[in-house]
């Protein structure tokens, strides 16, 4: 689908999304539905960014996940697994 290599050129040219829409002619209600499709498309790994810690003796007691929306997201320690998943679940 022609609107979802689009999306992925986009995201991966280091463009604002507006110039990007913009600079081709697109409207903007119309960009980001798209870019939610596009999205609705990604598999959980496409969509996080792994993390890796390489000294696990200084893992901190607690982490801080920052969306883009602004939402702040503060993971302490010895959570389990399944409480964690619910709290970044994409549905």
């Given at each position: 689908m022609q609107?979802?290599?689009m999306i992925k050129?986009?995201?991966?040219?280091?463009?604002?999304k507006s110039s990007y829409y913009?600079?081709?002619?697109?409207?903007?209600?119309v960009f980001y539905y798209w870019l939610r499709q596009y999205r609705q498309k990604l598999s959980p790994e496409?969509?996080?960014i792994p993390v890796h810690v390489?000294?696990?003796e200084v893992f901190p007691k607690e982490i801080e996940i920052s969306y883009p929306n602004g939402v702040?997201?503060?993971i302490p320690e010895g959570i389990?697994?399944?409480?964690l998943r619910s709290l970044i679940s994409l549905q």
């Open positions: 609107m979802l290599s050129d986009c995201l991966e040219s280091g463009q604002t913009k600079k081709l002619g697109i409207p903007q209600a496409e969509v996080f390489k000294t696990p702040r997201l503060k389990e697994l399944s409480q």
